[in-house]
């Protein structure tokens, strides 16, 4: 079976088709590298096994909240599909619990990854307390995972049209809008279509969207490299910007509204996301523009009450010190020290709604904070 993450061929970018970062068929499992050769070329990595895996996570040969999640899952999916394993159920069940573990290390900003194998951990065990042999264990496990990559694409999709339905109402005095986005939220950065970019993507087919703007996004520039990449590709109307260009943009008018994506949301809604969001949060509150969200429920994580909690992770110097995201020439003074946060927190006050697969979230006309905890209830 072709497991097919938004229903192009399996060749990145495809004429009139969607790219495709995760290409996965039962057994084999390629990644399109988003860390060396984007946007010049395509070039699929095969992965193997969790190791694999853990490092094409950790190297952000892929990267994104949803697609790390999906392909740890399914790296190890390849792995038990490939071996020949002689075991018992428990034994199956340890080694992929301990595999799980190994590959939640990779990244730990992002709580789609520790949601994934916290998901999986529980199917394992679910299934090892009826079934006798390894191969029924590993079958559960690898039906599982193929199924997060299948129902990502339906969840942004939904997370599209409730994000064009919500601006479209809360902007319908306009025509056309204008959106900003920071990072690369898109297909590159989940199973298909995306989340933030997911939202431009329906405003666009809506006929509603005057123009995107893009960030560059430093310093790993996911902006221009990726999100710039999926704009052209998809022929959106968009113009890529300077970080630093954000608040000129704002000032000049040229903005409507700013959505991003989320690495983690906590219970109140302060949000990380790239760094650099929080800049972009504070410019858009500063000149009274919406500022949203989107995410799938996924990216919630209601055991934490607010940002204070996340865990930022920091990247390599090398990021600064070189150019091209550290894999060009040197480029900073040698000796200088470095701070290269890969994320912000972007506190709930300065955000106008999330925007999920079930619904916006919204806030009380007086609060600061989402009731989040409150939304999910109710949706389901
Ligand atoms: C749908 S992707 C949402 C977020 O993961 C995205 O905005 C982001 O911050 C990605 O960071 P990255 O370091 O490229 O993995």
Same mark, same amino acid.
């Given at each position: !079976? ?5 229903? /192009? ?10 790219? +495709? =970062? ?23 990595? @095969?992965?193997?096994?969790?190791? @694999? ?6 190297? !952000? ?13 399914? =790296?190890? $999916? ?7 394993? %002689? ?14 573990? &190994?590959?939640? =290390? ?5 709580? %789609? ?27 559960? &496990? ?5 199924? !997060? ?37 898109? =297909?590159?950065?989940?199973?298909? &279509?995306?989340? *933030?970019?997911?939202?431009?993507? $329906?405003?666009? /087919? ?43 943009? !704002?000032?000049?008018?040229?903005? %409507? ?8 949301? *906590? ?26 969200? $989107? ?9 934490? /009450? ?23 020439? +040197? ?5 200088? /020290? ?5 994320? @912000? ?36």
């Amino acid at each position: !079976m072709l497991l097919e993450a938004n229903g /192009s061929s399996a060749a990145g970018a495809t004429a009139g088709g969607s790219l +495709q =970062s995760i290409c996965y068929e039962r057994g084999s499992l390629r990644l399109l590298d988003q860390q060396r050769k984007l946007p010049l070329e395509t070039v699929y990595l @095969d992965v193997k096994d969790s190791t @694999d895996g853990w490092t094409a996570i950790r190297d !952000m040969v892929v990267r994104g909240a949803p697609a790390i999640a999906i392909a740890a899952a399914l =790296s190890l $999916a390849v792995e038990v599909c490939n071996h020949d394993f %002689n075991g018992t159920s428990e034994d199956a069940s340890s080694l992929l619990i301990k595999k799980l573990e &190994y590959l939640v =290390s990779s990244r730990p900003t992002a709580v %789609n990854l520790s949601d994934a194998v916290e998901k999986l951990r529980s199917l394992v065990l679910k299934t090892v307390e009826t079934a006798t042999e390894a191969k029924t264990v590993f079958q559960a &496990y690898i039906d599982a995972a193929e199924t !997060m990559l299948i129902d990502d694409v339906a969840s942004n999709k939904a997370i599209g049209f409730h994000g064009a339905k919500h601006l479209r109402s809360n902007l319908e005095g306009l025509e056309k809008i204008s959106v900003l986005t920071h990072c690369n939220t898109g =297909s590159l950065a989940t199973a298909g &279509y995306g989340t *933030a970019l997911g939202v431009i993507r $329906a405003l666009q /087919s809506e006929g509603f969207l005057e123009k995107a703007f893009c960030t560059e996004t430093r310093p790993f520039n996911q902006g221009s490299r990726l999100t710039a990449f999926e704009l052209v590709h998809d022929q959106i109307p968009a113009t890529l910007i300077a970080d630093s260009a954000v608040a000129a943009l !704002m000032k000049a008018g040229h903005v %409507n509204a700013v959505i991003v994506g989320a690495d983690r949301i *906590a219970a109140n809604g302060d949000t990380a996301n790239k760094i650099g969001t929080y800049n972009v949060a504070i410019a858009a509150f500063h000149h009274g523009i919406q500022f949203y969200v $989107a995410a799938p429920i996924t990216s919630i994580d209601l055991s934490i /009450s607010s940002g204070e909690q996340i865990v930022i992770e920091e990247r390599s110097a090398k990021e600064l010190l070189h150019s091209d995201g550290g894999r060009g020439k +040197q480029v900073a003074a040698s000796g200088i /020290s470095v701070w290269n946060p890969a994320f @912000d927190v972007t506190p709930a006050r300065l955000i106008t709604a999330i925007i999920t697969e079930k619904g916006v979230i919204i806030k009380k006309a007086s609060d600061e904070a989402f009731d989040i905890k409150g939304f999910i209830e109710t949706a389901k």
